[in-house]
């Protein structure tokens, strides 16, 4: 990585005065951004510009990072970024697909979601829901998220997160439990499993 020199501004050539931490950023972007593409089109069968977005993506990530001088490997760290980025978009992509080919199976299903009765009382869950989620401790509601809805496993958030995998499937259950309290305090006719 490079050093930052004596002052943490340096001059650009329009004499606007850039953090060094930006100017490596963009200088990592210009050394590693096609090469990155090409390692997740050859990965992963993305097309080039599918493959683009990702790697903007990892860099969108790693900017807080570089900025506070904790990437020792910089290189490495943005293979891991596009190669974890895109396991993320292949995920929400089979969740999509697998949606799409449930309401295809059934088309009577979909038919029947989109009934007045339907929508209020899922406009009321989803009220529920979100005043619960916003109620609890930002880690936790953080933590769950990225279980429940990026679908993420309790060892890969302990990862990302730099916890234990039992600290974040305690979050979870605990933020899980504070849902249903939540649905069960304001009618109780939500019993399913959320």
């Given at each position: 990585?490079?050093?930052?020199?004596?002052?943490?501004?340096?001059?650009?050539?329009?004499?606007?005065?850039?953090?060094?931490?930006?100017?490596?950023?963009?200088?990592?972007?210009?050394?590693?951004?096609?090469?990155?593409?090409?390692?997740?089109?050859?990965?992963?069968?993305?097309?080039?510009?599918?493959?683009?977005?990702?790697?903007?993506?990892?860099?969108?990530?790693?900017?807080?990072?570089?900025?506070?001088?904790?990437i020792e490997h910089v290189?490495?760290?943005?293979?891991r970024s596009v190669h974890?980025?895109?396991?993320?978009?292949?995920?929400?992509?089979?969740?999509?697909?697998?949606?799409?080919?449930?309401?295809?199976d059934d088309p009577d299903?979909?038919?029947?979601?989109?009934?007045?009765?339907?929508?209020?009382?899922?406009?009321?869950?989803?009220?529920?829901?979100?005043?619960?989620?916003?109620?609890?401790?930002?880690?936790?509601?953080?933590?769950?998220?990225?279980?429940?809805?990026?679908?993420?496993?309790?060892?890969?958030?302990?990862?990302?997160?730099?916890?234990?995998?039992?600290?974040?499937?305690?979050?979870?259950?605990?933020?899980?439990?504070?849902?249903?309290?939540?649905?069960?305090?304001?009618?109780?006719?939500?019993?399913?499993?959320?």
């Amino acid at each position: 990585m490079a050093t930052a020199l004596a002052s943490p501004m340096t001059p650009d050539s329009d004499d606007r005065r850039v953090p060094e931490s930006e100017r490596d950023l963009d200088f990592y972007y210009r050394e590693y951004q096609q090469e990155l593409c090409r390692y997740a089109v050859s990965k992963f069968g993305l097309s080039y510009s599918e493959a683009e977005d990702l790697v903007q993506e990892a860099f969108a990530r790693m900017a807080p990072q570089l900025q506070q001088g904790d990437i020792e490997h910089v290189r490495a760290f943005l293979y891991r970024s596009v190669h974890n980025a895109t396991i993320d978009a292949l995920r929400k992509g089979q969740v999509r697909e697998s949606y799409a080919q449930s309401v295809q199976d059934d088309p009577d299903r979909e038919q029947d979601s989109r009934s007045p009765e339907r929508v209020a009382a899922g406009r009321q869950f989803l009220g529920l829901i979100s005043r619960a989620l916003w109620n609890m401790p930002h880690k936790r509601r953080r933590l769950l998220l990225m279980n429940r809805v990026d679908g993420l496993s309790y060892a890969e958030i302990a990862r990302r997160e730099g916890l234990s995998a039992t600290v974040v499937k305690k979050h979870v259950a605990k933020a899980l439990a504070g849902c249903q309290e939540a649905l069960r305090v304001n009618g109780g006719k939500y019993g399913g499993e959320i």
